[in-house]
Structure formats: C-alpha cells, structure tokens
T-cell receptor, first 113, second 114 residues
Framework: LAKTTQPISMDSYEGQEVNITCSHNNIATNDYITWYQQFPSQGPRFIIQGYKTKVTNEVASLFIPADRKSSTLSLPRVSLSDTAVYYC??????????????FGTGTQLKVEL | KAGVTQTPRYLIKTRGQQVTLSCSPISGHRSVSWYQQTPGQGLQFLFEYFSETQRNKGNFPGRFSGRQFSNSRSEMNVSTLELGDSALYLCASSLSGSSTDTQYFGPGTRLTVL
C-alpha cells in the first residue's frame, strides 16, 4: 500500500493561493491520487482526483509529475472557510476488488484574514 | 440526491456494552465502507461491504463486525466495548467501490465509551 507524506500544517491568508504537496514514493501503476477535505466533526469531503499531469475542477487543481511520486493540490484564492484538514490518498486496488482508502495524518490548513 | 446518512449521531455507552451503528448510502451506491477516526490513530479503515458481502477488512479485532442489507444499507456492531473504542465512526458509500469511484462520507457517529 502506498504511504503518503504531507506537511502537518500550513498557514495562509485570505485571497492567496495555497499549494499542498504530498509525496507517495511507492505509488503503484494502477493507483489514483485523491484529495479530501475534512472539517471538525464532519466526514471527509472529496475535492479532486487524478492519475497524471493536471486535473482542474471548480474548487482546485491537482498537479502530478510524470514519475507520479508526488502530487500538489492547489487551492486558488483561499478564504476563511477553507480552514480544514486536507488528506492526500492513494487508492489501493485490492485483490477481491473494491477500495480501501488509506489516510495519512493530513495537513491542517489555517487561513487568516 | 440525499447524501449518506448515519444514525445515531451521538452515542454514550459503558465498557462491556455493545453498540450498533447504522449507515444509509446514497441511492444507487452499492459499496459501503466504515472508518474509525481517533485523535491518536487518525482515520482507519474498518471494512467494506458490496452487494451484502464483506469484500475487504482492516486490522481491527473481531469485536468489530458489520453487515449490509439488500437495499445497501449497512450496520456495524462493536461488542464488549472498551474505552479505546471512543471515536468518530464514519461511513462512506460509492457506486462500486473501485479506486476511481468517489467515496462520499456521512457526518459520522460520535461514540463515547465511559
């Protein structure tokens, strides 16, 4: 199972772009990279998923280099409401099918005025 | 479309008791996974059910069990509760549970064991 490493915490100010990098050196060929956001006492919320290069949706962009050993979540123009824990996950395809999300420690993002 | 619902939201039990938590997945989703979240261990995978069968299991003792019904609703049971079982229990559903499926999490059940 691919293990992920992220910074424990990051601080930013409203309106800035935030980039959170995750390393996953042992990522397997079939693994996808997924990012979740979690607010206190709530379940994680899906942000974005990608396999290689760049993926963009209405809330974030995901940059994945060619070797796929790392990925960067980019949040444009953050606001106070983006203060949360962000998890980088590598999906594990299991023999019997299905998926088992392996969560790391996550990155606590704090956005200030 | 309604999201994943979990009941109850909060629960207080004493050591030695057992507890059953319920999860209703998003309509049409056939895979339901359960996770335990604690400050010390973070988010840990418990098990996954698909079409009423347990397909994958994490590294938890046999006191933790679950099942899935034909309508994809799932329950998890913890017997002989220990203080360390105090946690936020999260349920997530997805269409088929593959690695490319988005998993949608419910709000969780906060279990406190006294």
């Amino acid at each position: 199972l691919a293990k992920t490493t992220q910074p424990i915490s990051m601080d930013s100010y409203e309106g800035q772009e935030v980039n959170i990098t995750c390393s996953h050196n042992n990522i397997a060929t079939n693994d996808y990279i997924t990012w979740y956001q979690q607010f206190p006492s709530q379940g994680p919320r899906f942000i974005i998923q990608g396999y290689k290069t760049k993926v963009t949706n209405e809330v974030a962009s995901l940059f994945i280099p060619a070797d796929r050993k790392s990925s960067t979540l980019s949040l444009p123009r953050v606001s106070l409401s983006d203060t949360a824990v962000y998890y980088c996950l590598v999906g594990s395809i299991l023999t019997g099918g299905g998926n088992k999300l392996t969560f790391g420690t996550g990155t606590q993002l704090k956005v200030e005025l | 479309k309604a999201g994943v619902t979990q009941t109850p939201r909060y629960l207080i039990k004493t050591r030695g008791q057992q507890v059953t938590l319920s999860c209703s997945p998003i309509s049409g989703h056939r895979s339901v996974s359960w996770y335990q979240q604690t400050p010390g261990q973070g988010l840990q995978f418990l098990f996954e059910y698909f079409s009423e069968t347990q397909r994958n299991k994490g590294n938890f003792p046999g006191r933790f069990s679950g099942r899935q019904f034909s309508n994809s609703r799932s329950e998890m049971n913890v017997s002989t509760l220990e203080l360390g079982d105090s946690a936020l229990y999260l349920c997530a559903s997805s269409l088929s549970g593959s690695s490319t499926d988005t998993q949608y999490f419910g709000p969780g059940t906060r279990l406190t064991v006294l």
